[in-house]
């Protein structure tokens, strides 16, 4: 049977805690749907699981380019369908993880990612317009060219807003309409992870502490050491950019931390677009609740009734030879 369950829900909530005991559970194998983690040498910033945690259940997707190279979502469909397929021709359950909406949907409703090849210098033009007049200059300007893509995409994520812009100039159609989609054929269950909006600040914040803790800063400084800059759109991200301004003395690091906070808050309501409490898709779990056994209950007869509904059909399918 071709199962697959996805984990969703926003930062810091309890996904990979939550993936790593179902693995252990149902005999499964967890896919990473997080679209920092592909990056080597980022550990501390990207919440990556542990040495430990990954010799007790095999990850995937996780350290696959280094920090200054490309890395796109057709690269990530395709590995990502690639991985799946083999837990499950290994009668393993795959469980994507993750809080990259992009990935997640792009995975879960077969999207047809646009064949636009990257423009170099169309994309230095646009970074030279964010740089000169802002971000918002130009998401403004793909609300007007593309607004089902303006959306989708955070203000704030200047590569994404770029990217949109570039395929709607070099199609010219909007990105939104290129994204047909194509369901792969799997039997998908869809487990949301939630709580009240003061809990999943609580989390972050303290997520954050913790980072500092574990040497969040010693890790921006090695990246630094090997020869990797802060133009990267992998050291652009919440954390590394803000480490970033602590080194260059901008800010303390009192003031980074309380900046990576905040930055994480708005991240967080962003992902609730992906996310939406009302999708019927998802079944949803409030975590401050405790719900351990009822997810397990959930996928328990997920499991059982999709054996049933393929017995039945091998059944029938005997009886007709």
């Known amino acids: 049977m071709k199962h697959l369950v996805a984990i969703v829900g926003p930062t810091g909530i309890g996904k990979s805690?939550?993936?790593?005991?179902?693995?252990?559970?149902?005999?499964?194998?967890?896919?990473?749907?997080?679209?920092?983690?592909?990056?080597?040498?980022?550990?501390?910033?990207?919440?990556?699981?542990?040495?430990?945690?990954?010799?007790l259940v095999p990850h995937h997707l996780?350290?696959?380019?280094?920090?200054?190279?490309?890395?796109?979502?057709?690269?990530?469909?395709?590995?990502?369908y690639q991985a799946i397929k083999d837990i499950?021709?290994?009668?393993?359950?795959?469980?994507?993880?993750?809080?990259?909406?992009?990935?997640?949907?792009?995975?879960?409703?077969?999207?047809?990612?646009?064949?636009?090849?990257?423009?170099?210098?169309l994309r230095r033009k646009l970074e030279g317009r964010a740089a000169r007049s802002g971000a918002d200059e130009l998401y403004r300007e793909l609300a007007r060219v593309d607004p089902a893509a303006a959306q989708r995409i955070d203000p704030r994520n200047v590569r994404r807003v770029i990217r949109?812009?570039?395929?709607?100039?070099?199609?010219?159609?909007?990105?939104?309409r290129l994204q047909a989609?194509?369901?792969?054929?799997?039997?998908?269950?869809?487990?949301?992870?939630?709580?009240?909006?003061?809990?999943?600040?609580?989390?972050?914040?303290?997520?954050?502490?913790?980072m500092l803790e574990q040497g969040l800063v010693a890790e921006v400084e090695k990246l630094l050491s090997m020869g990797y800059h802060f133009n990267l759109p992998s050291l652009s991200s919440i954390g590394y950019k803000q480490i970033g301004m602590f080194l260059r003395g901008e800010l303390t690091l009192a003031e980074a931390a309380e900046q990576i906070k905040a930055e994480t808050h708005r991240l967080v309501r962003h992902q609730y677009a992906?996310?939406?409490?009302?999708?019927?898709?998802?079944?949803?779990?409030?975590?401050?609740?405790?719900a351990n056994?009822?997810?397990?209950?959930?996928?328990?007869?997920?499991?059982?009734?999709?054996?049933?509904?393929?017995?039945?059909?091998?059944?029938?399918?005997?009886?007709?030879?």
């Not at 792969?184 to 913790?210: N, S």
């Not at 009734?305 to 005997?318: C, F, G, P, T, Y």
Request: avoid cysteine; charge should be neutral.
């Open 17 to 55: 805690r939550l993936a790593l005991r179902l693995a252990q559970v149902f005999h499964g194998e967890i896919v990473s749907a997080d679209s920092r983690q592909v990056y080597r040498y980022m550990d501390i910033g990207t919440a990556k699981p542990s040495p430990e945690e990954r010799a």
């Open 62 to 80: 996780i350290d696959l380019v280094d920090p200054d190279q490309d890395f796109s979502l057709a690269q990530y469909q395709a590995l990502a």
């Open 88 to 121: 499950q021709q290994r009668h393993k359950l795959p469980l994507l993880v993750g809080g990259s909406g992009l990935y997640i949907w792009a995975v879960l409703e077969g999207w047809k990612i646009p064949s636009v090849p990257p423009d170099p210098e």
């Open 164 to 176: 949109a812009l570039e395929v709607h100039y070099k199609a010219q159609k909007p990105f939104s």
């Open 181 to 210: 989609k194509e369901p792969p054929p799997f039997h998908i269950l869809i487990i949301g992870l939630t709580a009240p909006r003061d809990e999943l600040y609580r989390r972050v914040d303290l997520r954050v502490d913790a």
């Open 274 to 290: 992906w996310f939406r409490l009302n999708d019927k898709r998802i079944h949803w779990f409030d975590v401050s609740l405790k």
């Open 293 to 321: 056994s009822e997810i397990e209950a959930l996928l328990t007869n997920f499991l059982k009734r999709e054996q049933n509904n393929q017995d039945a059909i091998l059944s029938k399918v005997a009886r007709l030879a």
